[in-house]
């Protein structure tokens, strides 16, 4: 990974902003401070949850939830991470992440990766990225990608993932971005993505990584998607 994001007094920006039922709420960069909560409401919240790492049960396996923790951690530090904060009487939260990075065409996105339980879910994303081809689609040298999206189990229902999604286009044009692209592995975030303006480019069944040798079943018939939104 070579884009680097210029961390200056503007720092963190704010790209959305509202009050509903008298909590205010704001979307913005995550601050270096809160990257240590990040990655616990990360580990708590999105490891359990997200499709391909409870397939494998990827949190019943040590190594790899401290492996996918480590890749959170060096994710967050590059500043392209989106939070949403609720501020209500007189108290700040943070609600949700969605882990984001700049994927650059010609440049392969490198992880120590531990745990073979992780090593299955990551070789899973880069092959429907292969498959996939985003940044050939998308004509352009680079867009926003995340490696996950999660919204605090009692505040979801509350349209918070939808608000983060929609705050990648500010942020995107504001690092001169023309896009983004995401493997959704789950049907919810799938429809999500759908209502946000993202159209899918390629589709497989889980069973089709089992078939391409990696640890998942072979009669896995849910489907993985990746996702793309150009900003004109």
């Keep these: 990974m070579t884009f680097k994001r210029v961390w200056d007094e503007s720092c963190p920006r704010i790209w959305d902003q509202w009050e509903a039922d008298g909590t205010k709420y704001t979307i913005q960069d995550l601050p270096p401070e ?5 990655l616990k409401i990360l580990l708590e919240h999105l490891a359990p949850d997200e499709v391909l790492c409870k397939t494998l049960d990827l949190v019943i396996d040590p190594e790899s939830l401290q492996g996918i923790g480590k890749v959170w951690k060096e994710c ?3 500043r392209t991470s989106l939070a949403c904060y609720i501020e209500k009487d007189g108290g700040r939260k943070l609600v949700a992440i969605n882990v984001c990075l700049v994927k650059e065409k010609g440049v392969e996105m490198e992880f120590a990766v531990e745990g073979s339980r992780w090593q299955s879910v990551l070789e899973a994303v880069k092959y429907s990225e292969r498959k996939a081809d985003p940044l050939g689609y998308l004509g352009l040298d680079k867009a926003l990608t995340a490696m996950g999206l ?31 692209t995401t493997v959704f592995s789950g049907a919810a975030s799938q429809k999500l993505a759908a209502r946000c303006g993202f159209h899918s480019i390629f589709e497989c069944q889980i069973k089709e990584f089992a078939q391409a040798g990696l640890d998942f079943p072979k ?6 998607k990746v996702m793309v939104k150009k900003y004109e």
């Design 34 to 38: 809160d990257d240590e909560e990040a």
């Design 76 to 78: 967050l530090k590059l």
């Design 150 to 180: 999660v919204v605090l189990r009692e505040y979801r229902g509350a349209k918070l993932g939808a608000r983060v999604l929609a705050s990648r286009e500010p942020l995107c044009r504001a690092l001169g971005i023309g896009g983004t």
């Design 219 to 224: 009669d896995d018939e849910r489907i993985v």
